[in-house]
């Protein structure tokens, strides 16, 4: 497999190893060097890699290992979701301050919940995969997956009633 070929099989999903891996390390810069590592793997790894059934798949399990490793090593428990692409045309300024009001509470809310209900999330909600790619990353089956992705949304919703409710928490 030459570089070209290499470029046309990766580039379809490299943002989503970026969105994974920054979701998981918070820091760009961390997150660049995480995808280059994965790349750098598939890269070493190119002639095996028409062996896979999915690479995309493949591809999300290198870099969410990948990455807990790098907070492991670091012994950082703290992690930061962050929500950047939501992306709404030409709002009012009232509309917007409400939707950036209302991620930074979807934000908070998801920050709460436990690793792996964030990551199924993140795959799920965020990057749009299907229920049997995420197992496979997750190495859960897919019954556990929507179970604790069922249980994250009911979370999240319960905290947005309380704050819509109460105010602020």
Known sequence: MNQNEFVILITPFKDKLFRLAKRLLVSTEEAE????????KLWNN???LDSYKSLEAFSMTITKNYCLDQLKAKRSGNLKLVHDNYIDREPSLEKQL???DSLNWVEKAINELPEQQKLIIQMRDIEEYEFEEIAKIME?????????LSRARKTIRAFMLKTNDYGIK
Do not use: G, P, S
């Not at 859960?140 to 604790?148: D, F, H, K, L, S």
């Open 33 to 40: 060097d995480a995808t280059q590592e994965v790349l750098l």
């Open 46 to 48: 190119k002639e095996n």
């Open 98 to 100: 409400e939707a950036k």
């Open 140 to 148: 859960m089956n897919e019954t556990a997956i929507r179970v604790a």
